[in-house]
């Protein structure tokens, strides 16, 4: 039994991916009790105002950065097509990332 996160009832069950109260019919997920952390590609925990490196080339267009290039300030945003992070990158500018191919700095 699962304590209900809105009135606290105790009958909450497991129900699919997520867990049901009977006393209220709230439905509720792991994830809305834990806040989600953003992993880089070795398993650091990535916050608001770190520097990365992408630890592989990216294709942006027709450019390509490079493995190593250094992205400063990330921040972590609501995922946009698997992009998890924002951060600026010297001459490019404002950049959508993906967490898994990033290292912090
Ligand atoms: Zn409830």
């Known amino acids: 039994m699962i304590n209900c996160p809105k009135c606290n009832g105790e009958y909450g069950y497991e129900d699919g991916n997520g867990y049901s109260c009977p006393e209220c019919g709230h439905f509720w997920t792991d994830l809305c009790l834990e806040e989600e952390k953003v992993m880089d590609a070795v ?8 520097d990365v490196t992408l630890v592989q080339d990216v294709k942006l267009g027709k450019q390509v950065l ?3 290039t250094k992205a400063k300030s990330i921040r972590i945003i ?3 097509d698997g992009h998890d992070l924002e951060g600026k990158i010297d001459g490019v500018g404002n950049l959508y990332l993906k967490s898994s191919i990033v290292k912090k700095l």
């Open 78 to 80: 609501e995922p946009v």
């Open 66 to 68: 490079k493995r190593g």
């Open 43 to 50: 398993g650091n925990e990535l916050q608001d105002g770190d």
